[in-house]
């Protein structure tokens, strides 16, 4: 598997979180963000349950570019 890194959250300093990538081959996202608290989860549960193995991430606003250029890579290929 070969990820391609989009990029950081700007403010994170010399801390690697939020971070973004896509994988070369599939062309799926993945996200490195803040677990999401105990009232956000449980206020998105009630929407879609979330597995055990799942986690709701908190990824912020300030991120939004950094997401865009990760779904055009992803889209673009």
Do not use: C, Y
């Not at 009232?39 to 009630?46: E, G």
């Amino acid at each position: 598997m070969e990820l391609r890194f989009i990029g950081k959250d700007p403010e994170s300093g010399n801390h690697g979180s939020p971070a973004a990538w896509v994988d070369e081959e599939t062309k799926d996202l993945l996200f490195q963000g803040w677990r999401a608290d105990e009232l956000t989860t449980d206020a998105s549960s009630r929407d879609v349950p979330i597995p055990d193995h799942e986690a709701v991430i908190r990824v912020p606003k300030r991120m939004i570019p950094t997401l865009r250029e990760a779904l055009d890579v992803a889209e673009l290929g």
